[in-house]
C-alpha cells in the first residue's frame, strides 16, 4: 500500500484545526502552533497515529471481524459510503439509532423485519392480495428501514471496533463502545476531547478532503488485511489437500506391498515322514539274533 505522505496530508488540509476559542486543552500535544487564530495540527504526529491506526484495523481484518464506520455528518456521508461500502464493511451515514450497540437484538429485529418485507414483496401471491394503501405503507417501512439500517444488514454481531469522523457529533455512538468495551478509532479535531479515545488519529474532520484521505488509508489497510486472510485459507485449504494425496499415497502402498508374496520361499510339510537307513536296520537285526542264540 502507497502510504500517505506529509505533503498529501499537507494538499488535503488536515492540519487546519478551529479557532483557538474553541480549542480542548487536551488536544494540546498535538498541536504545532498557532496561526492568525487558527490551531495548526501537527502533521507528524499525525502521521504517526494514522500508521498506528492503520495496523490496528488490518489485523481485526485478517481476523475476520467487522469495523463500523460511523459518520452522520453532511461532507462526509457519500465519501464514508462509497469507500467503505467497496471494502464490504458496515457503516451509519444517517441519524444514529439510539442503543444500535447496546441494544443490538432490537436492531436484528429490525433488520429481520426488513428481510421478511423483501420475501413478502417476492411472493406474488400474497402481494397482489393486499390493497394498495397497505402496500403503500409496507413500501414506506421499508424504504425508512433501508435508509436507517441497510448498510449494516450484514452485521450479525457487535463489531470488534468503532470508526468515527466527528467525535463530538458521534457522541452517543462512542459513549455506547465506551461501555461495551469496544474499541474507538477517531478522527479528532482541536475542538474535541482525545480522553477517551483509543486510537487517536488528529486531524481536520470539516474538510472533505482530508476526510476522505483518512477514510481511504483506513479502508485501505482494511482491504489489506482481507486479502491477506484470504491467502491464509487458500493456503490451508491447499496443505490439507496435499495432506489428503499423501495419506491416500501411503495408504495405496501399504496395501500393494502386502498384497505381494514372496518369491521362492520353501514350505515347511508337517507330513513328512521320516528316511530310514536299511543297512544300520539290518545290523540291528543281526546283533538281536546273536544275542537270542548266546541265550
Known sequence: MAKAQFEDLLKAGVHFGHLKRKWNPNMAPYIFMEK?????????KTLVKMDKAAGALKQIAKSGRKVLFVATKKQAKQIVSDLVSAVNMP???E?????????????????????????????????????????????????????????????????AALFVVDVMKEKIAVREA??????????????????NIDFVIPANDDASDSIKLIIGEMCEAVREGLGERKAEREKEMADKKDQKTKSKKSAAKKET????????????DDDETPVVDKKSNNKAKVVEKDDKESK
Open 257 to 268: 506391498s502386502a498384497s505381494e508374496k514372496p518369491e521362492n520361499e520353501p514350505e515347511a
Open 178 to 195: 465506551q461501555r461495551l468495551g469496544i474499541p474507538v478509532f477517531a478522527m479528532v479535531d482541536t475542538n474535541s476531547d482525545p480522553e
Open 95 to 159: 441519524r444514529w439509532p439510539g442503543g444500535m450497540l447496546t441494544n443490538f437484538p432490537t436492531i436484528r429485529k429490525a433488520v429481520k423485519k426488513m428481510s421478511s418485507i423483501d420475501k413478502l414483496v417476492k411472493d406474488q401471491s400474497n402481494w397482489n392480495n393486499l390493497s394498495k394503501r397497505e402496500k403503500l405503507q409496507i413500501t414506506r417501512q421499508r424504504a425508512k428501514l433501508e435508509k436507517m439500517l441497510g448498510s449494516i444488514a450484514d452485521l450479525t454481531r457487535l463489531p
Open 91 to 93: 457503516y451509519v451515514t
Open 36 to 44: 492568525n487564530g487558527i490551531h495548526i495540527i501537527d502533521l507528524q
